[in-house]
């Protein structure tokens, strides 16, 4: 963490110092808004927390509660979103309050008693190492609940306004703030008025009943798979030896359950097999008691028993696999005729079971996406053509999330003996995908051609960048290269070095300085006057050398930018190769150089060599407005 480069800081260094409308945030929800979103959700909580870095820019988002949220229904955080709140700040502290998850254990009936079960096997949660960060298992309420600190930290002060009821919204295309949405007050004195609101832009971060989705004529399409499951979070006695084990348990008449221990050390979930449903059941399934959930718990477990003491909550659900057509209010034919102006995130746009841990981890990637993108826009820097890339990315996610949830509940219902492949090895074998690491962006404007790629290999464009053991050359600190991205909306740079020493006359000081003097140079085109040069563009260089082969006082100066009112020196943009563990050849970077182009939301945008400087001007100039 940086910070005294504004003058000595002596309290806590993660409270930002106010700004813009952080200044004199009102209290009240204010009649024009920037962004209004609709939801506190994950998708809705992470799009506000990004937004809220931008201090120019009105954000509000609402809540019908009247309150934080208490308990959450998602509980599973994947390595992918591990490595999101690393970027929001918060990584390390909710990794020790959680249960981490590293290994998986199944059962399956005893062939030599079919009415019993035994553990069959074992599996490694991550066994070819796709991350550094942990699966985790924690209240979804403690996410927001970090969210909501990243916000009222942040230069703009922001923080939910609960007990507002969306209604409705019309989009004008008129004026400056064309979208008009009635809110309704659901507490207090107030309860029952309504509240109108006029936005640029809205978010419906609001759950699959969404009606911000029902507003722009979006309808979720897909199947009901005519199965339901109980699902408790219980504190219990049990026999069971692997009751703080993730496990996948299957019995051979009593249905399966999907067990995961939760934190704190105590409490376990149990996503319990309730069989199938009729198709004219009408939802009487969703009548189940706690007490049948319970029994039907002990049938699948036998010969162990399940006593429970507390439950503190439950629910019984029907697995339905359902995706919106469009994230936004854009219709096919209007598609270049206007840019959207209403947006749909998480549940509103994707719904689908809870047992492949994916829900509130993608939902929280469709914020990340959209908030970004949002920020430019309004900010100016960008066109707002960008947005349209929002619905492009992010509905092929959902539709292979959609695509995996289907096989795995699926593979989750079905007896072992009837299993083409053992639940293990599936389990074994996907891995990257519900780590949240499959996510492949194709060739847009934010995203180049692969026709460099073979410069590093490790790093594909689309996918997010994937970090690497490094040196700090400044304190020879053995660091993660990619730790260093945090969710402030800038771009990163990442210049790999040449074979040369630095200071010698190689591909790298040349790039250095056409990246710091030509008026093609994005630092230059895209950074306000009067900002620090590295506010757009976080630029960092990678030596080949060991650090104490780089010799500081030679390394060209945009690597050790001067930043804030007493032109200090930044040191922590110098890295070098850590000789146990080679980034050069742990991501196939070629050893001519390279320069890896990686989004604001951590994804790799461009791979390009040293030499490609017009080309790396001629790829921003697509998403970038000179300022």
């Keep these: 963490m940086q910070f005294h480069h504004h003058g000595y800081v002596s309290t806590d260094p993660r409270i930002q110092d106010a700004a813009g409308v952080g200044l004199n945030r009102p209290g009240e929800l204010p009649e ?59 990584a390390e502290r909710i990794i020790a309050e959680a249960y981490r998850i590293t290994e998986m254990a199944f059962w399956t009936p005893d062939p030599a008693d079919v009415t019993r079960i035994i553990r069959s096997a074992r599996a490694v949660d991550d066994p070819t190492g796709i991350s550094e960060f942990p699966h985790l298992i924690v209240n979804q309420a403690r996410v927001l609940d970090y969210f909501a600190e990243v916000m009222a ?44 609101v ?38 219990a006695v049990t026999d069971f030896p692997d009751i703080r084990m993730k496990c996948a348990i299957q019995s051979e008449s009593g249905g399966n359950i999907l067990l995961i221990p939760r934190e704190g050390g105590y409490l376990f979930r149990m996503y319990v097999d309730l069989g199938e449903v009729a198709a004219d059941d009408n939802g009487a399934v969703r009548t189940t008691t706690i007490e049948e959930i319970i029994a039907k718990a002990n049938g699948i477990l036998h010969p162990y028993t399940l006593d429970v003491k507390n439950v503190a909550w439950h629910s019984v659900y029907e697995v339905a696999h359902r995706l919106t057509d469009r994230f936004d209010d854009l219709l096919p034919h209007e598609i270049g005729t206007r840019t959207p102006r209403v947006f749909i995130t998480g549940d509103a746009c994707h719904t689908h079971s809870a047992k492949a841990g994916q829900g509130m981890n993608v939902s929280m990637q469709d914020g990340f996406n959209l908030a970004w993108k949002l920020g430019y826009v309004i900010e100016g820097r960008s066109p707002e053509s960008l947005l349209g890339t929002y619905s492009a990315e992010r509905q092929v996610i959902a539709k292979n999330l959609i695509d995996f949830d289907k096989t795995w509940s699926t593979l989750m219902a079905t007896k072992s003996e009837d299993l083409e492949v053992p639940l293990e090895e599936f389990y074994t074998k996907t891995a990257e995908f519900p780590s949240g690491f499959m996510t492949e962006y194709p060739p847009s404007m934010l995203t180049g051609e692969a026709t460099h790629q073979h410069l590093a290999t490790g790093f594909p ?17 053995p660091v993660q290269l990619g730790h260093h991205h945090r969710a402030d909306g800038r771009w990163r740079l990442y210049a790999f070095a040449d074979a040369a020493v630095s200071g010698d006359a190689s591909a790298l000081t040349e790039w250095a300085e056409w990246i710091r003097t030509s008026l093609e140079s994005p630092l230059l085109a895209y ?23 780089v010799d500081i006082g030679r390394v060209p100066g945009v690597f050790l930018p001067i930043r804030g009112p007493f032109e200090l020196i930044d040191y922590e943009k110098l890295y070098a190769t850590d000789p146990a563990h080679d980034i050069f050849e742990l991501r196939g970077i070629d050893r001519g150089g390279a320069v890896v182009v990686v989004r604001p939301d951590m994804y790799v945008a461009n791979v390009l060599p040293l030499t490609a400087t017009a080309e790396l001007a001629a790829f921003f100039r697509q998403m970038l407005l000179v300022r």
């Design 153 to 196: 930290h942040s230069p703009t002060r922001m923080e939910p306004d609960f007990g507002f009821d969306f209604r409705s919204l019309e989009n004008t295309d008129e004026g400056e703030y064309p979208v008009t949405v009635t809110l309704v007050h659901t507490t207090g004195e107030k309860q029952g008025q309504e509240r109108v």
């Design 527 to 549: 950074t306000p006057t009067g900002s620090d040069i590295d506010s757009v563009f976080d630029v960092k260089v990678v030596y080949q050398q060991e650090h104490t082969g």
């Design 32 to 90: 024009n808004v920037d962004v209004l979103i609709v939801g506190t959700g994950p998708a809705g909580m992470i799009t506000a927390a990004q937004l809220s870095q931008f201090p120019g820019i009105t954000t509000r988002i609402v809540e019908r509660r009247g309150k934080r949220l208490a308990i959450g229904q998602a509980d599973g955080i994947q390595a992918r979103s591990v490595e999101t709140f690393h970027a929001f700040g918060f």
């Design 461 to 477: 464009l689309g996918k997010r960048f994937k970090s690497a053991p490094v040196v700090r050359v400044g304190d020879a600190n």
């Design 198 to 235: 006029h936005a640029k832009y809205v978010v419906g971060a609001d759950g699959a009943r969404s009606a911000v989705r029902d507003s722009i004529g979006c309808t979720l399409a897909g199947d009901q798979a005519f199965h339901a499951w109980g699902v408790m979070d219980v504190l």
